[in-house]
């Protein structure tokens, strides 16, 4: 079975790739201590690529990515669809690359989008020749588009503008060898992973970043942790298939989040059949409760019981949707009584509480307010809007 010779056991074999492992282990244990949680392993030392200008691997912060849904050749309705993701705080957006009015239309779409474009091509490489003249990266499967000089031809063209190729290996779709020997297992990824590698590599392309996705968390989370050590290139996590935003929130959190915390993934997309938006919430949210990203809301409140005093599903849903912009660290609780406020909201920045037809706003574990229910919640807005700007301006 092929193997990658760019490999981090073997990686002084590859003295470009050796000097980018070790630069970048280093960055990465400085990142890992300074931007990450003290209780979480660092993250796996990688190799740093660029899509566009946003970094990928090594030190730099996990990026957040999705995918148009729109037909790539309508370049309005797909440019609605970058503007929306951009908005919602997406990194990076890919397109689907489907046929040749799609690949002529990226050049325009790469002019007008906020974001760093990645074509998501299949088989045709003559589509990743002319998407490689625009785009800031491709998608394709190097053992999927033909003979050797085509493969070389890709590399070439990606060569020349420095654009990366995502390897995007996906349970269901292996390459008939691997799929005859190990069926849809991590370990026939992993191998079909290995083999698209060494075939870039052979041509000297070694700008690369790797996806092995499942439509389950078992596979997922097998195939990502089998290659890790194998290959010092940088990782896109994702579940393939994931569902609806059920699914997919319980499916990506387990596994994206899993890995995160082992300290494997350097971007990602969580999928959802659903509206673009959740994806980049649900992936934001991850990143946060996994300990990678510091940035954002993290809000608290209270499962309810019995001394509750107000209808606390519709407040949490109004405070959540009224802070949603401030991208300053914060715990704010929400608690649907008194009875534990004041102890509870000790590890909170700010904290409302309610009583009998009353409440208080806790403010670092001090009551600065008491105020009737009608005025509780726009007081308290306010104050976590003014807490999150004393808490930027001191940092
Ligand atoms: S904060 Fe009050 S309402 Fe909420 S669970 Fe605790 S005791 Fe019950």
């Known amino acids: 079975m092929p193997k990658s010779n760019n490999t981090s056991k073997t990686s002084d074999k590859n003295p470009k790739t050796s000097t ?57 309705a ?10 919602a705080g997406a990194d990076i957006v890919r397109v689907a690359v489907h046929d040749l009015k799609d690949a002529n239309a990226l050049k325009e779409l790469k002019s007008i989008s906020p974001l760093p474009l990645v074509a998501d091509i299949h088989f045709r490489y003559e589509y990743a020749l002319i998407a490689a ?17 085509k493969i070389q031809a890709v590399a070439k063209a990606c060569n020349e503008r420095g654009i ?8 269901g779709s292996l390459e008939k060898e691997f799929d005859i020997k190990y069926g849809a297992t991590p370990t026939g990824m992993v ?19 790797v996806s092995l996705k499942a439509s ?40 994206l989040g899993g890995l995160l915390m082992e300290g494997i993934g350097d971007t990602m ?45 519709e407040v949490v849903r109004a405070v959540e949707s009224r802070i949603s912009h401030i991208t300053t660290p914060m715990q704010v609780s929400v608690m649907g009584c008194a ?36 005025q509780l919640l726009e007081e308290f807005v306010a104050e976590v809007e003014n807490l999150a700007q004393e808490m930027q301006e001191a940092q």
Do not use: W
């Not at 797909?78 to 908005?87: F, G, N, S, V, W």
């Not at 625009?134 to 394709?140: E, F, G």
């Open 339 to 374: 009875v534990n406020a004041l102890g509870e909201a000790k590890h909170a920045d700010i904290a409302i509480a309610f009583g009998n037809k009353s409440g208080m706003i806790i403010k670092k574990g001090q009551i600065l307010k008491k105020l009737p229910e009608a």
């Open 216 to 255: 389950d968390t078992e596979r997922t989370m097998s195939a990502y942790r089998q290659l890790r050590p194998l290959v010092c290139y940088p990782f896109h996590l994702g579940v393939t298939e994931a569902g609806t935003m059920f699914h997919s929130t319980i499916k990506s959190s387990m596994a």
């Open 133 to 149: 003249e625009s785009v800031d990266c491709i998608r394709i499967n190097p053992g999927n588009i033909g003979s050797k000089e």
């Open 269 to 313: 997309r969580c999928s959802i059949t659903g509206e673009l938006e959740n994806e980049i919430a649900l992936a934001r949210a991850i990143l946060r409760y996994s300990g990678r990203q510091k940035q954002g809301i993290t809000i608290i409140s209270c499962p309810t019981c019995g001394r509750i005093e107000a209808n606390l599903v």
């Open 20 to 76: 980018a492992t070790k630069e970048s282990t280093k960055k990465s244990a400085k990142s890992a201590t300074s931007t990450t949680s003290a209780t979480l392993p660092p993250r796996y030392p990688t190799k740093q690529i660029f899509v566009g200008k946003v970094a990928i691997g090594g030190d730099a912060p996990i990026s957040v990515q999705s995918m148009t849904f729109s037909k790539t050749k309508d370049i309005q």
């Open 78 to 87: 797909t440019k609605e669809q970058i503007d929306r993701l951009a908005l």
């Open 164 to 171: 990366p190729i995502r390897i995007g290996v996906n349970g």
């Open 191 to 209: 191998q079909s992973a290995l083999y698209n590698i060494k075939l870039l590599e052979d041509f000297g392309f070694d700008n690369i970043k």
